[in-house]
């Protein structure tokens, strides 16, 4: 049964093996239409000043909802994204003789100035489209907006109908009062019911493959033929062919259950790590189902996105842990061990370059993910190839008081530079002067904050103000997250050059979780290690931005990648690990399936999604109704295929290494 189960993925992999060859074939002999619009996801905006206005739709001129290509082509009145998903319909209806101004902005906006959303003549009525993301502000003024007749906070439902009154009032102040939205014809729907039935088919495929896989390793299976074979009945008629002449010795049935499965070299854990990484890493390059918790946070805050990156970069650390000590164990010249490190870090590096390659050298981007990891890779692994020794000073070990702190101190100068490199980090993100910018600046900058346009060219702070000095403007991220919602011009990347630095740092928290793992052999004390570093962690970020998105002293930020940040994601990192290691490699819970197979192949499966992310059948396609529901079908359904082709390179024992 195991045989027949392999055939069958081999014959699907190599299906998709071919299937992606014809796609690579497509793509090569298609031309590219520079003028074509991908309809199916958002193209920026041009930047709208206060006083533009944004299209305003009677409730005549709201298309239908079968009518996909018209609302995918148009967004939300702040621009985010089209109304085909998270979005309402507000309904500004005016009861008094004169006009009325309607502005608002997004509380994801932090401490943003409103932005000027339109019109709404008297005795009329205005349908706006209102993002369901995030808690919105709107304010109504009068038609020489001097004056503020009420301001509303409120959280619109994704395809709710509301309708906001405007009405005359003479006992209040303003002599006018407005009412809370009132929802009409239809009440918000639960955005979320796709990711139910996600969940629910994924979960369901969960437990017919526990259930088969039980069967196979319990002989279910060959005991159900049994049932309906004839050999049994010979056997009860005639009795057992078999006599005791042929059962094996006492001896030998003793010595056959003394056999015990040889240890496995390889912690099942660290690929199961990395592969749900992998995994998750794809599902959010390809859409996420255009989910705002599935996509980068705009700038301060945290997601599920924005937790796989520092995910890979730390189990990256862990595995260098492990690699480095059986290199010295066994031997192999620090000569070959330093050209390995090299190649690797010119391979990734070029290979960076290559996946972000477009047809434009001006705008060519030099930073990248794989250009971090090489970076990352190189410094922490030269630290390690001078500090890895075959063996611990044994009497040392022996000392109860300095066992359980071995894995720092016999490490401390790596600590030390480590601390060095983050309080150079630490000086240029908040003592280095920046032209035009307050000095320790670390948001988003833009028209909408600061006073009289004084943090226009402030995104980013420091960070930015070096990628500029060091790779140029036109060398770095063009389309930053922060764009879209805080209008800035500025280009920002999140992989520059200061990241780098706290890059490492979780690099080299990850090969401290590998140390763990190389000195302390029993399960207990390995798991109590990784989950206190992982509380210490995280205990540490929540107080760099006193547990909140805005107000802390450094908040969490991937755009910068951010001290809490890097913190943060280690401490999920090691809890994470300890999660992995206690259920498969310690009570062999889990098999680690399905995400131990992507985890073994990780740089493959990148730079193939990478290769087929946007219409690529069938990893992608062009939407047709650009719902949730389709963009989360269309996600994991590409996602799936990467998952089904590393199981089949697994069992013909393909691996790409680096």
Known sequence: MNELLKRVMAVVSRCMFFLVLFSVAQAVDTPVDANKIDEGYLVELPNKKDSDILAIYTMADEPTKTDGNVMASSTDEFGYHPITYDTAYVNITNNLDEGIHVWGNSDECYKCKLRYLGDVHEMSTKVLYMDTRWKLQIAIYSKDDTIQYCRLYYHFGEEGRYTYFVNRNTSTSSGVECTKPITINREPQDANIPIYIALAVYGGFALVYIFIAAGIRDGWFDKILCCFSTDHLVTNELGSPETAS?????????????????????????DTFRGISIVLMILVNYGGGKYWFLVHARWNGLTVADLVFPWFVYIMGVSMTLSFHALVKYKVPRSKMMYKIIKRTIILFALGCVLNSGNSITYFRVPGVLQRFSISYLVVASLQWISATPERHAPKMMNKYYKPFCDILDYWYEWLLMAALMIVYSCLTFLMPIPGCPTGYIGPGGPLIGVNGSLTNCTGGAANYIDRWILGVNHIYQHPTVKIVYLTEMPHDPEGVLGSITSIFITFLGLQAGKILLLFQQHGERLRRLLIWGVVLGGIATLLCYGSKENGWIPINKNLWSTSFVLCNAGTGFILLAFCYFTIDVKNWWSGAPFYYPGMNAILLYAGHELFKRNHFPFSWQPLHHTHAEFLAMDVIGTTLWVVIS????????????
Request: net charge positive; hydrophobic share 30%.
């Open 246 to 270: 042929h059962v094996p010795p006492a001896s030998d049935r003793n010595s056959i259950n003394r056999q015990q499965p040889s240890k496995p070299k390889r912690l099942k854990s660290l």
């Open 647 to 658: 199981f089949g390179l697994y069992y013909e024992n393909i691996f790409l290494k680096i």
